[in-house]
T-cell receptor, first 108, second 116 residues
């Protein structure tokens, strides 16, 4: 079964707004990673957060991890049209399993 | 440097035929993963190799699917007696850091399989 379920399934915002995507999981993890996928392409790694970390930043990306709630969130600030893509979380629990993803559309 | 390479990029076959999909990981990456992705869905885990051995093959849907990595580098995903439901994009990824605490996965562009 898949691990790491994202919500919302789809998100549409205007350029300049912030986008928040959430990921929940069911069992303990070693780390959690976020990936981006442009239509028809392979996935690209965005950020990794370890189970003993609570927050991590990379450029316009901010990831939080709450192991007590078994959830993570990805925040993209000041979104751009080029951020339009699908975003997936992946849970590392001795394998790497992905959720169904959030399809983000940023309108110019 | 070269990334993860997958061949063929597109494969069209007839129901019942045998198919092989190849993945060339980044040199030196010990961990290799296969996923299957249908339109609008997330990548579905199939199998994970650590070196030459399959560390976790619990995602293979049935015994028509088999994967090998005989020398710990190139991997081949083999599908026997293909069915229309096997149509999907098959993604390969490699990582220099094995589980636990897997590092970043580097993905190929995928092999799109269409079974007619």
């Amino acid at each position: 079964s898949q691990q790491g379920e994202e919500d919302p399934q789809a998100l549409s915002i205007q350029e300049g707004e912030n986008a928040t995507m959430n990921c929940s999981y069911k069992t303990s993890i070693n780390n959690l990673q976020w990936y981006r996928q442009n239509s028809g392409r392979g996935l690209v790694h965005l950020i990794l957060i370890r189970s003993n970390e609570r927050e991590k930043h990379s450029g316009r990306l901010r990831v939080t991890l709450d192991t007590s709630k078994k959830s993570s969130s990805l925040l993209i600030t000041a979104s751009r049209a080029a951020d339009t893509a699908s975003y997936f979380c992946a849970k590392d629990n001795n394998d790497m399993r992905f959720g169904a993803g959030t399809r983000l559309t940023v309108k110019p | 440097g070269a990334g993860v390479s997958q061949t063929p990029s597109n494969k069209v076959t007839e129901k019942g035929k045998y198919v092989e999909l190849r993945c060339d990981p980044i040199s030196g990456h010990t961990a290799l993963y296969w996923y299957r992705q249908s339109l609008g869905q997330g990548p579905e885990f199939l199998i994970y190799f650590q070196g030459t051995g399959a560390a976790d093959d619990s995602g293979l849907p049935n015994d028509r699917f088999f994967a090998v990595r005989p020398e710990g580098s190139v991997s081949t995903l083999k599908i026997q007696r293909t069915e229309r439901g096997d149509s999907a994009v098959y993604l390969c990824a490699s990582s220099p850091v094995p589980s636990p605490n897997t590092g970043e996965l580097f993905f190929g562009e995928g092999s799109r399989l269409t079974v007619l």
